[in-house]
């Protein structure tokens, strides 16, 4: 389902679980309060609760609210960084770190003057085999051949483990879904999270395209760019060996 984007999967997944339980696992990731990396605001986001909806939603909480709010439309508001935080926590096996601009201060002779060490925020109380399974489905939403809606961030070298993503910007009516959207402003957002490589992950990214339409399409295809600049100019993240053994749909 989530190689897929199988938004009904998801529908179904969040309507039984209920608005306030996803909300519950929203804020262990860090969503729904700031970061901690104090620029520009840090705003904390909102994760929707039947208590939110009932203060703030015409009609209060309805059951249907679930739905949107497990494929994180709605009034599900993130930041590119509180999802680097997300998927970093995914990645790192469920620590929740707070995020950091600079690891390190040096003087001209390249001395180190300060230095910034990482500020463990919490531990995620879920199982390591769930962690493991959404991990796989992350790879899979890359890399599956028949499935993979992010196959564009794929390199041919090393596994990438990531999700598309998009921002509804307006609302769709019935029958005009087709309809071509002509003003910049009217186009969805676009994201692409990731980590690298998927057995052992070094790095994490984070696209958001401001009303750059479609993630697999627009946000994929830069990530991957990202990626394999990391991998070939800063640290050689893949290893050779898996170049002979990485297939998929390109």
Request: charged share 25%; proline share 4%.
């Given at each position: ?10 529908y ?12 519950v696992?929203?804020r262990?990731?860090?969503l729904?309060?700031p970061?901690g ?6 705003a904390?986001?909102?994760?929707p609760?039947k ?5 703030n ?9 679930a739905l949107?709010?497990?494929?994180g ?6 930041s ?10 995914l990645?790192?096996?469920g ?7 600079i690891?390190?201060i ?8 300060s230095r910034?060490?990482p ?16 991990g796989?489905?992350?790879?899979r ?17 090393g ?35 990731a ?38 100019q ?8 898996a ?8």
């Amino acid at each position: 389902a989530m190689a897929a984007s199988a938004d009904v999967y998801f529908y179904k997944l969040g309507e039984a679980m209920g608005i306030d339980t996803l909300a519950v696992y929203a804020r262990k990731f860090g969503l729904g309060q700031p970061s901690g990396l104090g620029i520009n605001g840090d705003a904390a986001g909102i994760v929707p609760t039947k208590a939110y909806h009932d203060e703030n939603t015409r009609g209060g909480f309805q059951h249907g609210l679930a739905l949107s709010t497990a494929i994180g439309q709605g009034d599900v508001r993130t930041s590119p960084v509180q999802m680097a935080t997300v998927y970093a926590a995914l990645a790192n096996g469920g620590k929740v770190f707070k995020p950091r601009v600079i690891r390190r201060i040096e003087d001209a002779d390249q001395r180190v003057v300060s230095r910034f060490e990482p500020t463990l925020r919490s531990v995620l109380d879920v199982k390591p085999e769930h962690l493991a399974a959404v991990g796989k489905a992350l790879e899979r939403a890359v890399n599956d051949e028949e499935l993979a809606t992010g196959h564009l961030a794929g390199v041919d070298y090393g596994l990438i483990a990531g999700k598309t993503g998009t921002a509804q910007v307006r609302k769709i009516v019935r029958g005009h879904m087709r309809q071509k959207v002509k003003r910049f402003r009217d186009r969805d957002h676009a994201w692409f999270a990731a980590f690298a490589p998927y057995e052992a992950p070094k790095v994490v990214v984070v696209v958001f395209l401001e009303h750059g339409g479609s993630g697999g399409k627009e946000a994929a295809p830069v990530a991957r760019r990202i990626i394999e600049a990391y991998h070939q100019q800063i640290e050689p993240i893949f290893s050779t060996s898996a170049a002979n053994t990485v297939r998929r749909k390109r």
